[in-house]
């Protein structure tokens, strides 16, 4: 077969790479070496692209209304550009690059568009659902460093969905349901009420829906409870817990999962008592156990 002639593609590619070269020309004068380095990679990817799949004109003016659409949708109560790198992998991807691997520490997952500052604390043993519907459990844990030294104190943020599948914030209310704080006890230990995790579809009545509609992706989330755990000298922990069994564990929307991160939620029957010696009636619930271990602050990966 003989080899297409290459003399016009040829000059082709270097009008676009002349382009390219004034292009990056351009960011010289920037004093920021990082944002420099930021800019120039961008700039360099952003070319690669649009040359790889040979971009046209509509399909770039149909990218930028679409990224118009996620930027209308977003709001104080809504992130859809968190929801857009979740469902690209890009979130994951962000976590694994800025979370290395220190001993046994706690692996780290995406934070996802419901996160709310100013939650309010619970004691320990304290109920973080606060009326939303859902089947009891019972969560409790030790928080420790990478030499299994206990982490007195330590600030863990919780939330989760509720049994419609619905954040708190996602209600046209001013309900604050299933999201609390709490602190580790002077042993590390901590342990509170929530509800039993569920699946459920990620928000789909934006942009980021209806492109996992066109594509033939599901919106679904494994069931899980996320935890946000701080304290001093420590690296901020990011993560959630799964439950064990899920249809959705291996087609998580966000590619979240981790294999240590799945966990039994074990069934209690009606009746059986609980630890805190709290009356469910007659009503079944679950109780799981996650202990968590903190890197520390300023580890770095190391250089070859």
């Known amino acids: 077969m003989n080899k297409p002639d290459s003399g016009p593609l040829s000059a082709e590619q270097a009008r676009q790479q002349e382009l390219l070269d004034r292009v990056l020309t351009s960011f010289q004068g920037t004093e920021s070496p990082r944002l420099k380095q930021i800019m120039e990679s961008l700039t360099r990817h ?22 118009t659409g996620v930027g209308h949708i977003t709001d104080d109560r809504r992130q859809e550009f968190i929801l857009l790198s979740d469902v690209l992998g890009v979130s994951m991807q962000m976590v694994t690059v800025n979370n290395v691997a220190v001993g046994d520490s706690t692996e780290a997952t995406v934070v996802g568009p419901f996160f709310v500052e100013n939650s309010p604390e619970i004691p320990l043993g304290g109920d973080m659902s606060f009326g939303a519907e859902g089947q009891p459990c019972w969560v409790e844990g030790i928080v420790r460093d990478t030499v299994g030294k ?13 049994d419609n599948g619905l954040y708190d914030v996602q209600y046209d209310d001013d309900r604050v349901a299933a999201r609390a704080h709490l602190f580790s006890d002077e042993d590390g230990s901590y342990r509170f009420w929530g509800i039993t995790p569920t699946p459920y579809p ?25 935890f946000m755990v701080t304290a001093p000298g420590k690296r901020t922990l990011v993560t959630h817990i799964f439950v064990n069994d899920s249809d959705y564990l291996d087609k998580d929307s966000v590619f979240g999962v981790k294999e240590s991160l799945i966990k039994d939620f074990v069934l209690q ?36």
């Open 202 to 226: 990620i928000p789909s009545d934006g942009p980021v829906g209806k492109m996992l509609e066109v594509v033939g992706r599901s919106p679904m989330r494994a069931p899980h409870l996320h």
């Open 46 to 67: 952003l070319h690669s692209f649009v040359q790889d799949v040979r971009l046209t004109e509509q399909e770039w003016s149909a990218g930028i209304e679409f990224l």
């Open 269 to 304: 029957e009606p009746g059986t008592p609980t630890p805190d010696g709290r009356d469910l009636a007659d009503a079944p619930w679950t109780r799981v156990k996650f202990d968590i271990v903190l890197a520390p602050a300023k580890e770095t990966p190391a250089t070859s």
């Open 150 to 162: 206990p982490i007195p104190r330590a600030r863990i943020e919780l939330w989760e969905a509720d």
